[in-house]
């Protein structure tokens, strides 16, 4: 699991917005919020 909090961090501090961000990998904003609101981001690096 990636740590939420550090992502919305990131997403601010590259000035961007989960909108944005969400266009930039081919999601819909919704979607992108229930991932952050779920905690259900996964890193695919850790398995």
Not at 5 to 19: F, R, S, T, Y
């Amino acid at each position: 699991m990636l740590n939420v909090q550090k992502l919305k961090a990131k997403i601010v501090e590259k000035g961007k917005n989960v909108e944005c961000v969400s266009a930039d990998i081919g999601i819909n904003p919704a979607t992108f919020y229930r991932k952050m609101k779920n905690n259900s981001f996964y890193d695919k690096r850790s398995g």
